[in-house]
């Protein structure tokens, strides 16, 4: 029997990991990662940046000490997967990759070019909280708006399966395969003012921190809170932190809701720790409309009718460099760039700046928060950045923040300002 690659996606994690513990019925299984750090934005910057870089390298060197644990190893391969599995494959006998599916354009473009140059590939749906065949309607009749969607699954009840312990050992590594060094990592950032400081044990990206970080959140009583702070534009605590986790896969939604359901069972359920479950709707949600609407999301229209946007290339510039004269605008630029995190807030605030003061292209934008932010996971960041262009699912079509309102409503003491009044 041939060798089976497993294909490592955003899914950087051993525990309730379907698509892995597919994979474990082969008689041979060699887990790969492929990089791909020259990729172009379109917009003249790459597609990932440092601050990403450095937190997936954590996760890996922690997947790879876990693998090795369970008698198995990691390979790290640099190039496009379309280019770099079929080498491999070749190298060490293998005919079948198994791997996470994502469901955008250029993921399942990937997919198809390795079934193209003659592989089987088994792709596993596993990084929402519900499945698909779980919702109460096809994917087709997927609701227009959140809230209906949201509706309709309290009325309907579903509960989100119980997460998949990790496999305690792996099946043997393809007798061909001559393991490898690791690529040099890109060194994280050492910023002191950060949010979301991943130079630090506490919220390095892999695995077992993702679990501690949510373990001591919990122990902490901060679910209570969450609805009350999670508006602040600064400081660790003020939300839950789970998205950079989330968006690599170094932590399962599953797991995740299953910690909150036990907390909520030990001290109580709350506004505040239900918020962090309406937060895993929304998404879900933005997962499930890539199921349905797949590479519409991706065009300059989105899910309007809207003709396409505007560009000024400048003012594009000087939003990105932090220099457009706005102080909350410019602060939170910075720290996007210094950091690699910004609230949930200032990602609004920053957006609508650019789409509606700037006249910027939302793609762009969404380009930009790409290549920057430790947590970019395709299916929210198109998501997001559609709805405040009016251009997804906002009933309102779109939001546009004033500055100034939102900087004396959530920075008036002008700290946050002057926090990052400096790159």
């Not at 060197?61 to 876990?66: G, I, K, N, P």
């Not at 994917?139 to 509706?151: C, M, S, Y």
């Not at 409309?289 to 300059?300: D, E, G, M, T, W």
Request: aromatic share 10%.
């Amino acid at each position: 029997m041939s060798a089976t690659l497993y294909w490592l996606r955003q899914d950087l994690r051993l525990d309730d990991n379907l698509a892995l513990l597919a994979a474990c019925g082969c008689a041979s299984l060699l887990p790969v990662y492929c990089h791909y750090p020259t990729r172009d934005s379109g917009w003249d910057f790459p597609r990932l940046g440092r601050h990403r870089a450095a937190f997936i390298g954590q996760a890996l060197d922690s997947l790879r000490v876990a693998l090795s644990s369970r008698g198995s190893a990691l390979c790290e391969l640099q190039g496009p997967p379309e280019i770099v599995l079929p080498a491999l494959a070749r190298e060490v006998g293998a005919d079948r990759v198994v791997c996470e599916r994502i469901a955008a354009p250029e993921e399942e473009a990937e997919v198809l070019a390795l079934r193209q140059a003659g592989l089987q590939v088994s792709e596993i749906w596993q990084s929402s909280l519900y499945l698909p065949e779980q919702l109460p309607f096809a994917i087709e009749r997927l609701p227009a708006v959140f809230t209906d969607f949201r509706r309709a699954l309290e009325q309907a009840g579903p509960q989100p399966l119980p997460p998949q312990n990790a496999p305690t050992a792996l099946p043997p590594l393809p007798a061909g395969w001559t393991p490898r060094e690791p690529p040099p990592r890109t060194p994280p950032a050492i910023e002191a003012r950060s949010s979301f400081p991943y130079h630090l044990p506490a919220c390095h990206g892999g695995e077992t921190a993702a679990r501690a970080h949510f373990q001591q959140y919990l122990a902490r009583g901060l679910p209570h809170r969450y609805k009350a702070t999670r508006d602040r534009l600064y400081g660790v605590d003020f939300s839950s932190k789970l998205s950079p986790w989330l968006a690599s896969g170094a932590l399962s939604p599953r797991r995740a809701w299953q910690m909150l359901k036990a907390f909520e069972a030990r001290h109580g359920a709350s506004e505040g720790s239900g918020w962090i479950g309406f937060e895993l709707l929304w998404r879900d949600y933005f997962r499930f409309l890539h199921l349905r609407h797949r590479a519409r999301l991706y065009h300059a229209a989105g899910l309007s009718s809207l003709p396409s946007p505007a560009h000024d290339a400048a003012a594009f510039q000087r939003w990105r460099k932090g220099e457009t004269g706005q102080p909350l605008v410019d602060a939170a630029m910075r720290e996007l760039s210094a950091s690699g995190y910004l609230s949930n807030r200032l990602r609004q605030v920053a957006a609508s700046y650019l789409i509606y003061e700037c006249g910027g292209d939302w793609r762009a934008g969404a380009a930009w928060f790409e290549s920057q932010l430790i947590d970019y996971d395709a299916y929210s960041n198109q998501g997001n950045w559609l709805y405040i262009a009016g251009r997804g699912t906002d009933p309102r079509g779109g939001r546009r923040f004033n500055p100034e309102r939102q900087a004396a409503e959530h920075d008036a003491q002008g700290r946050y300002r002057a926090l990052w009044s400096t790159a």
